[in-house]
């Protein structure tokens, strides 16, 4: 054999060992066994809540960043939370890293703002080059560790982008290095994540993860204990949904929404499932606009299903929360965050990519972006709730 046909053997010879390589994560990921049931999470609600309605409303500390966005937020001993987000001078600045500040409710204040990690410490970690970080999202494994997802991108803009894996065994205090997960056999690029993660009863995660390479599209990575992806499930196709947001009632039911950035009629998609998320309906418009912008939801213990998503078509100056007492059927308007001659407006009228949660005591919080240089945070009970029913 000639050196050039040697050369030429081993470099085929390498490619299709690539390949199987590929073909071999794709055969796990298809192949796995169907994921146990969804855990839905059900907050411990005061046996006697105050009477007294509570609403609270107040930024977060941010002395650093000129630009944040894309806040995130867990319940933490105590009853604190720890709230997470992106900042820099500009999204997509090399200068962006991934911040943290943790709430006291019985002081009603957030800490100061806390560099989690930064852009030049992941790429040390990851040993790769990075280009910018983007979106986080908190949650919590069966072994009660904070698990923080973030993106980073290494080449060209977020359709380039991965998802890394951080967990924290001291309430998020301290973190072990970020590990990149593999969420795509093909080069695992192109995979984001926006929605709170979930608990399946047999100790795997569902990471609820959208695609911005080739189509715009959501998936559910179901991730073993280890945080390691071994099962996807497409929740729609095409160009036009992304950032699912995914809320189970039981064990086998859920519902899902997501972000419509197709043509007109803008509304919220809708998808649900009723095997545990094995399959799921197509992807259906609701009655409720949204202009190709991020939505949160929840199911609060005992009921209703809450939205926080901006009600216009075009623009992301409303931002509103929704009531729902049949699971997502038909929504109620039950107020309005910002939008309003009430609120005071921002510098730069956008309020968007809101977080909602139900801590423990029964409480409700809302994170969102505040005119793109500030986290603002709504703190609200089920008495102030129940008066706008």
């Known amino acids: 054999m000639t050196p050039g046909a040697r050369e030429q053997s081993l470099r085929w010879g390498s490619l299709a060992a690539v390949g199987l390589v590929f073909a071999g994560l794709c055969v796990r990921m298809l192949t796995a066994p169907s994921p146990g049931g969804f855990v839905p999470a059900q907050a411990a609600v005061r046996t006697a ?22 806040a995130t937020a867990a319940e933490i001993s105590g009853g604190r939370l720890r709230a997470f987000w992106y900042g820099g001078s500009r999204e997509g600045a090399s200068d962006v890293a991934i911040y943290d500040s943790v709430y006291s409710p019985t002081e009603g204040t957030w800490s100061p703002e806390r560099v989690v990690v930064g852009r030049e410490s ?5 040993q790769r080059y990075l ?47 970020p590990r990149r997960l593999v969420a795509s056999p093909f080069f695992n690029i192109g995979t984001l994540v926006k929605g709170v993660p979930l608990l399946y009863s047999d100790g795997a995660i569902g990471l609820p993860v959208y695609h911005e390479l080739l189509g715009k599209f959501g998936e559910l990575l179901r991730l073993d204990a280890e945080g390691h992806a071994i099962r996807k499930t497409r929740l729609s196709w095409g160009q036009s949904s992304l950032q699912p947001v995914i809320v189970p009632r039981s064990d086998k039911e859920a519902v899902g929404f997501m972000r419509h950035s197709g043509d007109p009629p803008n509304r919220i998609l809708m998808v649900r499932t009723a095997d545990g998320g094995v399959h799921w309906s197509p992807p259906a418009q609701t009655e409720l606009p949204n202009p190709n912008a991020a939505i949160g939801s929840v199911l609060l213990a005992g009921g209703p299903l809450l939205l926080v998503f901006n009600n216009a078509e075009e623009n992301r100056e409303d931002l509103s929360l929704a009531l729902s007492t049949d699971f997502g059927s038909t929504w109620r308007i039950a107020h309005r965050f910002e939008g309003d001659s009430s609120s005071s407006p921002a510098p730069v009228p956008e309020y968007s990519y809101p977080w909602i949660m139900q801590d423990r005591a029964g409480d409700v919080h809302v994170l969102y972006t505040w005119g793109r240089s500030r986290i603002k945070h709504v703190h ?3 008495t102030w709730l129940e008066g706008r029913r």
């Open 122 to 126: 992941a790429q040390r970690h990851l």
């Open 131 to 177: 280009r910018k970080l983007g979106n986080p999202v908190v949650g919590r494994d069966h072994r009660g560790r904070l698990c923080l997802y973030f993106v980073s991108v290494s080449v060209g803009g977020w359709a380039g982008s991965a998802v890394n894996l951080m967990v924290s065994q001291d309430e998020g205090e301290t973190w072990s290095p």
């Open 49 to 70: 809540s105050s009477p007294v309605p509570l609403y609270r409303a107040q930024l977060l500390p941010n002395g650093t960043a000129a630009s944040v966005h894309s």
């Open 380 to 382: 609200f009970n089920r």
